[in-house]
C-alpha cells in the first residue's frame, strides 16, 4: 500500500484512540490484520432513536489511494435502516461517494455514520422498503428498528409483540431471520409474511 | 480571419485531388467526401480545422484577450471564461457591469483584489515552526506546505497525489477544488503545473482542459471519429455539413453524420427512439392487455374471451375489459362495447399499435439504407477490380473512372434517402409532404436501379452500352436528390412542414 494510506491510517488509529469519544465508548476502530488495508469499526447506536445502546460492527476497507479516494464502509451488524441495505449493510452516504475530502478521517465517517443513525434520508434511500416504512408508517418503522437493534445489536430495549411474532414462526420452523425480514417487510403481518416466505 | 480562410480552401481543395487517389476503398459512411455536395454549402459556412496545438494556442489567445481588458493573473481568467463556458462578451459584461466579489465567489475563485486576507493556517505557520498536514498527518515545516488562496494548505506531496487521483483516476480538470472539506475554491492551471511533476499526468490535465474548452464553445466541435483529435472551428454555429482533416464529414451543429434533410433535434429524438427500449414498451402496450384491477400485464396467446388473471383472480372479458359477469353464457360474444370504460382502453390499445406498425415501417426502410450503404464499402472494392479489367479491354485509366464516380453517387443517395426516414417519421401530412414522398420514392427507385447497375457482370462486349446506361442513371439519380434535397430546403425557408409531436 501506498506510503500516505499506511501513514495516515497509523496516525488515524492515534487520533480515535485518544479523541473523546472513545472516552465515551461512542466509537472504536481496530486491526483486523496487520496490513492497515481491512479494519473494523464500532458505533454506539445515538440516544432517543431506535438504535440507542446498541453496537453496531462496521467492516472498513481502506483503497490504495486512500485519503484521496473515500474509505469503502460496510455495516457487519445487521440494522433496519433507510439509507442502509438490510441485506447486505451497504451505505448511502454522500461522504461515502462524491462529497468525501482528503481531510476526513476515520473518526469524522464514524461520527457521520452515527448523525446517519439519528437522521434518516429516506429520499435518498438504499434499501427501498425501509425507506417505504419510514415514511408512511413511522410508528412501524420505529419498533422494527429497535427490533432489529435489540435481537442484532445488543441493544437494550425490547419490542416483546415482535419478538413473539418472530418466535411463532420460528416454531413453525422457518428460519429466524427470514421470518423477521419478511414480518418486517410486511408491517407484521403474519400471514403475508408466511406467503412471502413461502411464494 | 480573412486570410486564415483563404489558405484553408486551398488545403481543403488539395486534400480532395489526393483523395480520389488514395482514398478510394474506405469512404463507405461519408459518401459526401468526393466533393459533389452543393457547393455553395461549404461557400456558405467558412470554417477551419485545426490541430490539437492549434486548439491550445487558440485558447491561449482567448485568455490574453480577455486579459488585456482585466488585468487579473492570466490563470483566473482561465477559471472565470471556464464560468462563462468561453463566452468573452458575457464575461466582460459581468465584469464591468455587477458585484466583482458576487463574479469571483461564484466562479469559485478568491478574489485577486483581496490582498488584505491572511488566511488562518497561515498565520499559524508564521508562528509555530512545525504544522500538520491535514491530509498525510506529518508534521511538516510551514515552507514545504502550500495552497491556494482560499488558506487551506497540505504537504507538496498530498497536494501532488491529490491532483494526480482527481485528473488520472477522476478525469477531472476544471472542475477540482482545494482538497479541503468544503472548500469550493478551484484549483488553477498554474498551481497543477507547478505541484505536479509526472508529464503524463500534466499532459492528461492539459487535455482535460482543452477538452473542456472545445466543448463548451459553441464555435468548435471535435471530429466525432474515434481518435481523430481535429477540431473543426466555424465563424457561427449553423447546422452545415464539415470536412476534417481526416476526411470524416459530419454536421457542425450535432456531431452526428452529415443527415441532410433530417433536422438535427429529429435526428436526435430518432436516434434515441432507435436505441433506447421505449419500442419495447410499445410492443407491450401494442400486444398486451392489463388487468382491469391489479394491472398485471396479460398476454393472450389462445382460448376464449374470458380471462382469470392469475393474480387477482379477476374475472374479466379481453374484448371490453369489463366484468365478466353480465357476458352471462355466451362465452365467445361481447356486445358491450359502448361501454365507456371499456371503450377508451380499446381506443387506446388501438392508437399503440398503430404508432408501433407506423415507426417500424419507417424504421425498417431506414435501417435498410444504412445496412445497403454497409455494404456500398464492399462495392467499392469491387468496382476496383472492374475499373482494372475494363483498362486490359483498350479503356483508358479516364475512361473508366464513371464507375468510381457512380458508386459515389449511390453513397451519396444513399445516405440521403435515409435520412429522409427519420424526417418522414416526424412529418405530419399534408400537400407537400406528398410532393417529398413522390420525390423520395422517385430518388428510391432510381438509386435501386443505379445499384443492380453496379452489382451487374460487365462484360467486354456491353461495356459501350453499360456505360452510358451507369452514367445516365447517376446523373439522373444526382437530379433527383437535388430536387428532393432543394424541395425540403425550401419547405424549410417557408415554414411548410409541420411536425408530429409525442413520437
Same mark, same amino acid.
Given at each position: 500500500m501506498a506510503n500516505i494510506a499506511v501513514a495516515r491510517i497509523k496516525r488515524e488509529f492515534k487520533e480515535v484512540v485518544k479523541s473523546e469519544e472513545v472516552a465515551k465508548c461512542h466509537i472504536k476502530v481496530e486491526l483486523v490484520d496487520d496490513s492497515f488495508t481491512s479494519l473494523r469499526g464500532e458505533i454506539l447506536g445515538p440516544p432517543d432513536t431506535p438504535y440507542e445502546g446498541g453496537t453496531f460492527i462496521l467492516d472498513i476497507r481502506i483503497p490504495e489511494t486512500y485519503p484521496f479516494n473515500p474509505p469503502k464502509v460496510q455495516f457487519l451488524t445487521k440494522i433496519w435502516h433507510p439509507n442502509?441495505?438490510?441485506? @447486505?449493510?451497504?451505505?448511502? &452516504?454522500?461522504? #461515502?461517494?462524491?462529497?468525501? %475530502? !482528503?481531510?476526513? @478521517?476515520?473518526?469524522?465517517? &464514524?461520527?457521520? #455514520?452515527?448523525?446517519?443513525? %439519528? !437522521?434518516?434520508?429516506?429520499?435518498?434511500?438504499?434499501?427501498?422498503?425501509?425507506?417505504?416504512?419510514?415514511?408512511?408508517?413511522?410508528?412501524?418503522?420505529?419498533?422494527?428498528?429497535?427490533?432489529?437493534?435489540?435481537?442484532?445489536?445488543?441493544?437494550?430495549?425490547?419490542?416483546?409483540?415482535?419478538?413473539?411474532?418472530?418466535a411463532q414462526l420460528k416454531n413453525m420452523g422457518f428460519d429466524e431471520h427470514k421470518a423477521r425480514v419478511a414480518l418486517s417487510t410486511h408491517n407484521w403481518d403474519i400471514e403475508q409474511a408466511m406467503e412471502n416466505i413461502l411464494s | 480571419?480573412?486570410?486564415?480562410?483563404?489558405?484553408?480552401?486551398?488545403?481543403?481543395?488539395?486534400?480532395?485531388?489526393?483523395?480520389?487517389?488514395?482514398?478510394?476503398?474506405?469512404?463507405?459512411?461519408?459518401?459526401?467526401?468526393?466533393?459533389?455536395?452543393?457547393?455553395?454549402?461549404?461557400?456558405?459556412?467558412?470554417?477551419?480545422?485545426?490541430?490539437?496545438?492549434?486548439?491550445?494556442?487558440?485558447?491561449?489567445?482567448?485568455?490574453?484577450?480577455?486579459?488585456?481588458?482585466?488585468?487579473?493573473?492570466?490563470?483566473?481568467?482561465?477559471?472565470?471564461?471556464?464560468?462563462?463556458?468561453?463566452?468573452?462578451?458575457?464575461?466582460?459584461?459581468?465584469?464591468?457591469?455587477?458585484?466583482?466579489?458576487?463574479?469571483?465567489?461564484?466562479?469559485?475563485?478568491?478574489?485577486?483584489?483581496?490582498?488584505?486576507?491572511?488566511?488562518?493556517?497561515?498565520?499559524?505557520?508564521?508562528?509555530?515552526?512545525?504544522?500538520?498536514?491535514?491530509?498525510?498527518?506529518?508534521?511538516?515545516?510551514?515552507?514545504?506546505?502550500?495552497?491556494?488562496?482560499?488558506?487551506h494548505r497540505f504537504c507538496w506531496q498530498c497536494w501532488r497525489e491529490y491532483l494526480t487521483t482527481k485528473i488520472i483516476d477522476e478525469g477531472m480538470g476544471q472542475t477540482i477544488s482545494c482538497a479541503a472539506h468544503g472548500c469550493d475554491i478551484l484549483v488553477d492551471d498554474q498551481t497543477v503545473m507547478y505541484l505536479v511533476t509526472d508529464p503524463k499526468v500534466k499532459l492528461k490535465y492539459q487535455q482535460l482542459i482543452t477538452n473542456s474548452f472545445v466543448e463548451c464553445n459553441r464555435l468548435l466541435r471535435w471530429c466525432p471519429r474515434p481518435d481523430c483529435g481535429h477540431v473543426v472551428k466555424a465563424q457561427y454555429y449553423d447546422c452545415k455539413p464539415v470536412k476534417c482533416k481526416c476526411t470524416h464529414i459530419f454536421c457542425f451543429a450535432c456531431g452526428e453524420n452529415w443527415h441532410d434533410p433530417a433536422l438535427c433535434r429529429l435526428l436526435r429524438r430518432w436516434i434515441k427512439k432507435c436505441d433506447d427500449d421505449s419500442e419495447t414498451s410499445n410492443w407491450i402496450a401494442a400486444n398486451t392487455k392489463e388487468c382491469p384491477k391489479c394491472h398485471a400485464t396479460i398476454e393472450k396467446d389462445g382460448g376464449c374471451n374470458h380471462m382469470v388473471c392469475k393474480r387477482c383472480k379477476l374475472d374479466f372479458c379481453w374484448v371490453c375489459l369489463g366484468d365478466w359477469e353480465p357476458h352471462g353464457s355466451s362465452w365467445y360474444n361481447c356486445n358491450r362495447f359502448d361501454e365507456e370504460g371499456a371503450k377508451k382502453a380499446r381506443d387506446a390499445q388501438e392508437k399503440s399499435r398503430h404508432a408501433l406498425q407506423r415507426y417500424l415501417f419507417y424504421c425498417?426502410?431506414?435501417?435498410?439504407?444504412?445496412?445497403?450503404?454497409?455494404?456500398?464499402?464492399?462495392?467499392?472494392?469491387?468496382?476496383?477490380?472492374?475499373?482494372?479489367?475494363?483498362?486490359?479491354?483498350?479503356?483508358?485509366?479516364?475512361?473508366?473512372?464513371?464507375?468510381?464516380?457512380?458508386?459515389?453517387?449511390?453513397?451519396?443517395?444513399?445516405?440521403?434517402?435515409?435520412?429522409?426516414?427519420?424526417?418522414?417519421?416526424?412529418?405530419?401530412?399534408?400537400?407537400?409532404?406528398?410532393?417529398?414522398?413522390?420525390?423520395?420514392?422517385?430518388?428510391?427507385?432510381?438509386?435501386?436501379?443505379?445499384?443492380?447497375?453496379?452489382?451487374?457482370?460487365?462484360?467486354?462486349?456491353?461495356?459501350?452500352?453499360?456505360?452510358?446506361?451507369?452514367?445516365?442513371?447517376?446523373?439522373?439519380?444526382?437530379?433527383?436528390?437535388?430536387?428532393?434535397?432543394?424541395?425540403?430546403?425550401?419547405?424549410?425557408?417557408k415554414e411548410l412542414w409541420e411536425y408530429q409531436d409525442g413520437n
Open positions: 442502509i441495505s438490510s441485506v @447486505t449493510g451497504a451505505i448511502c &452516504l454522500d461522504i #461515502l461517494k462524491d462529497q468525501w %475530502a !482528503a481531510a476526513m @478521517t476515520l473518526r469524522t465517517v &464514524l461520527l457521520s #455514520l452515527q448523525a446517519l443513525l %439519528a !437522521a434518516p434520508e429516506p429520499d435518498d434511500p438504499q434499501d427501498a422498503v425501509v425507506a417505504r416504512q419510514y415514511k408512511e408508517t413511522s410508528d412501524i418503522f420505529s419498533q422494527t428498528a429497535r427490533h432489529w437493534a435489540s435481537n442484532y445489536a445488543s441493544a437494550p430495549h425490547r419490542e416483546p409483540v415482535m419478538d413473539d411474532k418472530v | 480571419m480573412f486570410e486564415e480562410d483563404s489558405e484553408n480552401e486551398v488545403e481543403d481543395e488539395d486534400e480532395e485531388e489526393e483523395e480520389e487517389e488514395d482514398d478510394f476503398v474506405d469512404m463507405g459512411m461519408d459518401a459526401e467526401a468526393s466533393g459533389t455536395h452543393p457547393k455553395h454549402d461549404e461557400e456558405d459556412f467558412p470554417f477551419q480545422v485545426l490541430t490539437a496545438d492549434e486548439i491550445v494556442k487558440h485558447m491561449v489567445d482567448c485568455i490574453k484577450e480577455v486579459n488585456t481588458v482585466v488585468q487579473i493573473p492570466a490563470t483566473i481568467t482561465r477559471i472565470l471564461l471556464t464560468h462563462f463556458k468561453w463566452d468573452k462578451e458575457k464575461l466582460m459584461e459581468c465584469y464591468f457591469t455587477e458585484d466583482q466579489d458576487k463574479l469571483f465567489s461564484d466562479a469559485h475563485v478568491v478574489s485577486p483584489f483581496r490582498k488584505s486576507f491572511t488566511p488562518a493556517a497561515a498565520a499559524q505557520a508564521a508562528s509555530s515552526s512545525e504544522i500538520m498536514c491535514e491530509i498525510c498527518f506529518l508534521m511538516i515545516p510551514p515552507t514545504e506546505l502550500t495552497g491556494l488562496e482560499c488558506g425498417n426502410r431506414y435501417m435498410n439504407h444504412m445496412q445497403s450503404l454497409k455494404f456500398e464499402n464492399k462495392l467499392y472494392a469491387s468496382v476496383r477490380v472492374k475499373m482494372e479489367e475494363m483498362q486490359h479491354h483498350n479503356m483508358s485509366w479516364i475512361e473508366v473512372q464513371f464507375l468510381k464516380k457512380a458508386v459515389d453517387v449511390l453513397c451519396q443517395c444513399r445516405q440521403t434517402l435515409m435520412y429522409t426516414y427519420v424526417f418522414a417519421f416526424y412529418l405530419h401530412r399534408n400537400n407537400q409532404s406528398i410532393i417529398f414522398e413522390e420525390n423520395q420514392k422517385d430518388l428510391e427507385n432510381a438509386t435501386e436501379q443505379l445499384s443492380e447497375y453496379l452489382e451487374r457482370d460487365i462484360t467486354s462486349d456491353m461495356l459501350v452500352d453499360i456505360k452510358q446506361k451507369v452514367q445516365d442513371k447517376y446523373r439522373y439519380c444526382e437530379s433527383r436528390r437535388k430536387v428532393l434535397l432543394d424541395h425540403v430546403h425550401e419547405g424549410y425557408e
